[in-house]
Nanobody, 118 residues
Framework: VQLQASGGGLVQAGESLRLSCKASGRTFTGYFVGWFRQASGKEREFVAHIFWSTNSTVYADSMNGRFTISRDNAKNTVSLQMNSLKPEDTAVYYC????????????WGQGTEVTVSS
């Protein structure tokens, strides 16, 4: 399984970005797909995840409703819509997937960089 994250870029504070995660080699059916981020010098942190089969979602409290994770069945992609971006959202964003019974995320994408200028 290979995951491809895309959509990062340089934006100004208050603007929006939409990240996408696409899997090759299998579908997301039966898997959690999560977004994580890692800022320079900091530990990786959980952003949100979606369970593909039920469309249920979980967000980190710190996202404060600015981020929305969603799926696109036709494209077999998971997106992360990020609104009202802040400089502290600057990080490399990774998508990952794990099975329903897995304790940790087994498959990771290469990351896409998001930079928010003030």
């Amino acid at each position: 399984v290979q995951l491809q994250a895309s959509g990062g870029g340089l934006v100004q504070a208050g603007e929006s970005l939409r990240l996408s995660c696409k899997a090759s080699g299998r579908t997301f059916t039966g898997y959690f797909v999560g977004w994580f981020r890692q800022a320079s010098g900091k530990e990786r942190e959980f952003v949100a995840h979606i369970f593909w089969s039920t469309n249920s979602t979980v967000y980190a409290d710190s996202m404060n409703g600015r981020f929305t994770i969603s799926r696109d069945n036709a494209k077999n992609t998971v997106s992360l819509q990020m609104n009202s971006l802040k400089p502290e959202d600057t990080a490399v964003y990774y998508c990952a997937m794990k099975g329903l019974g897995d304790r940790s995320y087994a498959y990771w994408g290469q990351g896409t960089e998001v930079t928010v200028s003030s």
